[in-house]
């Protein structure tokens, strides 16, 4: 029935409405129209303001209030100042400022005629910051730079946090038409670069708070450029170049000085040789030989292991070996005195002591003097490739060290199944000549200073053999040593050791004494099997010991004996100490 | 020799320094990290409050944005924003409005509403990333964003807890604050329910994360600055 009633009556509410709508404007005077909320702003987040524009008055004075409700006080109030914003503006001072929660206004406009109500605006302070402009915006032209200062807005609680602002500042030429900004950040200066001299500026700053709008650009401040404004910021440039001219003054100065030193600083070199005793200036004079010489195994410690091996052999082997023995004697003598040549007779010496090694490191081996000469070589590199000296030494001592095989190199294809104990002889004196052979032409140019003594020895022995090759018709030359000593070798590996068989070391006492034993004569076969009886017909003397420890010999023409040997060695005895006889007495008696 | 080396060395140590002086400073912006498990890893607390404060930052700029473009979108004309008021489920929390009362409120139970308010955020808005893929043609990046504020958020409560940690040390307030009373029955509500329930989801959002950025740059000039930033 209501609702009938209702429906009823609109039409008849419609038309009053219209009536009294012309009957006002008969009369001029209305109710006023829909004022309008136009903004609601918050300057610092503590306070804010809102606007509205008003509609129509409708002819009559017309009041307006604002009405407010927040979401924790549903009550509606009324705006508590509309002075401080101005006209048609409430203040919302501190006390009535909320965060965080939704305001919900509305603006009415009345009159004496009626009233209208403005839409409701929903309005959370949060989100309507918008800051007043920064302050005291100040330009100081520096050297090199303008630079612009500001304060920020008064209001603005920077201090305590409440309020975050960052900056950007405009300038751009007076006549000019584009602004250029920059962003500040949270600063409140700036340094502005790339200004031409003479000319007006123009700058203006604003901010904006964390979450928030930009306020408006601050008054426009001017600043004119001086003519003698640096155009660019010629320091650093300016800087950069003294120091890069400085850096490569040091630079070109330090390659001068010691450009090779910086090289080897871009290139490090190849590791210098480590060998004791290697004189590196050999490399630089370039001398093959003598750079061969250095190699020979220095520093080589005496092993007195293969001593006793040795000796073991010669128990039961027959009086021949003894003298062999006694040989090996004299050369262990001779690594007390001189160990830099210890290397050699130890290679010769094992290769006595272990003939199935030897042959096994003598297969694929050559003979030739330039093969050998370019193991050594090998063995050179890789010493200078970083083998320490010790290492090296090991590569001396092993006997199955293929690459440091050179005593056997120089020795003839003896290597066949025919070795037994009589064979060590041969091979011990195989390898004595090839110690001879390989050592004079070798060691001894560059030893000589170091073992003049035991070298003066061996230099009797070329001279023995000089005098044997020139019965055996084969081609020498007096006086160049190493002519004398390479030939052999050149003709055939046994020719090599047949010539240089027939005189042996028996023993050099310390006192650079020679004892000489005498050969058997090889003719042909050097297989043949050394003997007592045979080689010692033949014999040579020592004629004088020169006080430069040079060993004169002289070659035996007739065939003497043993006892002629022991003799002579009676001799030696009487002149050296008693107690190096009673040592070589020791040997001899099995003779 | 000895002069050419002293100079090799002289121009290394120049080469050195001048490369030292024209790197680019990338360390400072670098954030130093801890490892895991280490009890005297220290950190100050001023760069605890900072990365708390970047990331605080970073959550309200997601939140507005995922508020306005959801807004935008789907809230026009339809009111939403009457329904919202007093709607959001930490509006309960008595959190200081103004700039006097944040003022007035002690640093300690600043921090710990501040907790609190975080860690009332945990279930929404785990709810808010399922329900943002249940959207019709939502926005990849409202997505994105919905599952970054989670991300971080969680982060950020992490270095909260840390930094209430140094603060208080022994008086953390552990409690579950479960303000939030779920999600809607799905079956119930219709699409505009549905829409009103994640518009007002994303109001509250912004709102408290707003709350909270603003807080930590508060507690940060209070605490690290003095008052004096």
Redesign the interface.
Known sequence: MQRQLEVKAWPSIIFFVLLLQNTKFLDGQTAPDKPEIIKCRSPEKETFSCWWKPGSDGGLPTNYTLLYSTEKHPEIMECPDYKTSGPNSCYFDKKHTSLWTIYTIVVNATNEKGSNASNPKFVDVTYIIEPYPPTNVSLTVEKTHLLVKWLPPSMADIKYGWLTLVYELRLKAEKAQEWVTHSAGQQTQFNVLSLHPGETYVVQVRCKPDHGFWSQWSPETYIQIPNTFQERDLTLWISIAVLAFVIGLIMIWTMVSKGYKKMTCIFPPVPGPKIIGFDTQLLKTGKSEELLSALGCQGFPPTSDYEELLVDYLEVDDSRDQLISNQDKVHSNQNVKSPHIEPDNDSGRGSCDSPSAFSERHKGTRVTPSTFESVGVDSRLENTAGQSSSDWAAQCIDPEEKSYAWPEEAMPNSHTSKFSYHNITEVCKLALGALNANVPSVVMANEEDYQPKYFKTIESVVEEDRSRQKELEIQSKPGNHNTVWLLPQEKAPFLSAKTMDYVEVHKISQNNALALVPKHNETTDSSKQCSVSGPNKEYTKVARVDENNVLVLVQDSGMQNLPVFQDSHKEYCQIFPQQQAENHMDNFPAV | ?V???A??K??LL??LL?TNIFQPRKGVNSLPICPNGSVNCQISTGDLFDRAVKLS?YI??LS?EIFNEFDERYAQDRGF??K???ACHT?SLN?P????Q??QIQHEELLNLVLRVLRSWNDPLVHLVSEVQGIKEAPDTILWKAVEIEEQTKRLLEGMEKIVKRVQPGDLGNEVYSLWPGPQDVQVADEDSRLFAFYNLLHCLR??S??I??YL??????LI?D???
């Open positions: 020799m002069i050419s080396g100079s090799l002289g121009v120049m080469v001048v930052h309200h700029s507005s924003i009457t919202s008021i007093n509006s959190t409005e103004d700039k006097a944040a003022q709102r408290d707003h709350k950025d603003n740059k508060l507690l940060k000039c209070r600055h008052s004096s930033c």
